[in-house]
């Protein structure tokens, strides 16, 4: 989610507006209080990072105004409803259905995610090439922050943990990930994950090669 220093400049202005309805250029200068040159700046700079897309145009005094709307991408970061729902969808799972079975769920669904994460191309090369592309899948796809250690077998350690805000209630959700993980790397992975104070993600990677998933 975007923070509230963020949201208080000018981009992040420009973002809370573009939350309510499209917008052209002149009307977020009026509403802002600025030139429209300097809006359009600052649209360009958006536009070119991905925060906001071109929707249409709306006739204009001289010429066809540009309409603006965020990206899908931006209204999901900035939506609050997310942490909430899986809260609850994983609260109604422990309490309805037995622990086996929401663990074989959960596990189920690190599989799925894994499909998901990799475009259905598995790693190739070496265990620690393989590896090393997945630590390189969970930061770029979740925003993991992992990095690979080599201790013996390899280790993917996170700097945080991107489910946070559920692992510190339901820990079994890590076994998701541990799934995900083992399934796109191709080698048994077991959890390791830091649920203490700040959550972070690990998971030591096995020399042998997965058991085929059940469906």
Not at 9 to 38: C, H, K, M, P, Y
Not at 89 to 118: I, W
Not at 157 to 162: E, L, N
């Amino acid at each position: 989610m975007l923070t509230k220093p963020l949201l208080d400049t000018t981009r992040g202005r420009i973002v809370t507006r573009l939350q309510r309805s499209e917008l052209t250029a002149d009307d977020l200068a009026t509403q802002l209080g600025l030139t429209a040159n300097a809006v359009r700046a600052h649209l360009t700079a958006m536009e070119r990072d991905g925060i906001v897309r071109r929707v249409g145009t709306r006739a204009g005094t001289t010429r066809p105004a540009h309409l603006f709307e965020l990206t899908p991408e931006v209204e999901q970061l900035l939506s609050r409803a997310y942490v909430p729902l899986l809260l609850q969808m994983v609260d109604v799972f422990v309490h309805a259905l037995p622990a086996r079975q929401v663990n074989a769920l959960l596990r189920r669904v690190g599989g799925e995610l894994a499909a998901t994460l990799s475009g259905g191309r598995k790693p190739s090369g070496s265990l620690e090439a393989r590896v090393r592309q997945v630590s390189t899948l969970l930061n770029e796809q979740l925003g993991a922050l992992t990095h690979v250690e080599r201790n013996g077998g390899y280790v993917i350690r996170g700097a945080g943990c991107p489910l946070s805000a559920v692992t510190g209630k339901y820990p079994g959700v890590c076994l998701a990930m541990e799934s995900a993980v083992t399934e796109i790397v191709g080698s048994r992975a077991r959890e390791c994950c830091e649920r203490d104070g700040r959550p972070r993600c690990c998971f030591r990677i096995g020399n042998g090669r997965a058991s085929r998933r059940r469906r």
